[in-house]
């Protein structure tokens, strides 16, 4: 929803949501196109994000870093308009870039743009939301099997102990029926 969002708030039909790993562009979201993983070395967004501020092309095909690009040449796509956020966290860390694009030249206004960043950090603030979650999911789990071992253990402990108290309960009951219990019987060592 928020990469159709952002590109409908830049009037183009195509946007997406990339994280950019060592070797691969890898899109986690799209609208307008379908989500795809490509290598780092053709990916338009890889050439800018680490620069951690917003890139806006009128025309790709005219700027000397994306003419090349097979999303720029017709061998992948034929991508004119091109805009791309950088998804930072908080710490400091790129993740990836929210883009959006279009076959045709634009020029969209600054506040178009402005609003652009603002959809990227509600990105960044989703994934960190799914990424605690995850988290937080991983320790319940750790949780369960750790109080699943803890109840066999006490199961364990409890029988373990049951048939020395129940020894020590049978003494008990003969020394209340016979309170004069020979001295030197198994039955005195207890009492």
Same mark, same amino acid.
Request: net charge negative.
């Given at each position: 929803?928020?990469?159709?969002?952002?590109?409908?708030?830049?009037?183009?039909?195509?946007? #997406?949501?990339?994280?950019?790993?060592?070797?691969q562009?890898?899109?986690?979201? @799209?609208?307008?196109?379908?989500a795809?993983?490509?290598?780092?070395?053709?990916?338009?967004?890889?050439?800018?994000?680490?620069?951690?501020?917003?890139? #806006?092309?009128?025309?790709?095909?005219?700027?000397?870093?994306?003419?090349?690009?097979?999303?720029?040449?017709?061998?992948?796509?034929?991508?004119?308009?091109?805009?791309? #956020?950088?998804?930072? *966290? @908080?710490?400091?860390?790129?993740?990836?870039?929210?883009?959006?694009?279009?076959?045709?030249?634009?020029?969209?206004?600054?506040?178009?743009?402005?609003?652009?960043?603002?959809?990227?950090?509600?990105?960044?603030?989703?994934?960190?939301?799914?990424?605690? *979650?995850?988290?937080?999911?991983?320790?319940?789990?750790?949780?369960?099997?750790?109080?699943?071992?803890?109840?066999?253990?006490?199961?364990?402990?409890?029988?373990?102990?049951?048939?020395?108290?129940?020894?020590?309960?049978?003494?008990v009951?003969?020394?209340?029926?016979?309170?004069?219990i020979?001295?030197?019987?198994?039955?005195?060592e207890?009492?």
């Amino acid at each position: 929803n928020l990469v159709q969002l952002a590109a409908r708030l830049c009037a183009v039909p195509y946007g #997406v949501v990339n994280v950019i790993t060592e070797g691969q562009q890898i899109q986690i979201a @799209a609208f307008g196109v379908d989500a795809k993983v490509c290598s780092r070395e053709d990916s338009m967004c890889a050439q800018v994000f680490l620069r951690r501020t917003t890139t #806006v092309v009128r025309d790709a095909s005219q700027d000397p870093r994306f003419a090349g690009n097979p999303f720029v040449t017709g061998e992948i796509a034929k991508v004119r308009f091109y805009a791309s #956020v950088p998804l930072q *966290t @908080a710490s400091g860390l790129v993740l990836g870039s929210l883009c959006v694009f279009s076959d045709d030249a634009a020029s969209p206004q600054a506040a178009q743009i402005a609003m652009l960043e603002v959809l990227a950090q509600q990105v960044v603030e989703l994934l960190e939301l799914q990424h605690r *979650t995850l988290q937080l999911n991983d320790a319940l789990a750790e949780l369960r099997r750790s109080n699943t071992a803890l109840g066999d253990f006490a199961g364990r402990v409890s029988h373990d102990l049951r048939i020395p108290l129940t020894t020590i309960l049978g003494y008990v009951e003969l020394a209340e029926d016979d309170p004069d219990i020979p001295q030197g019987s198994a039955a005195a060592e207890y009492f």
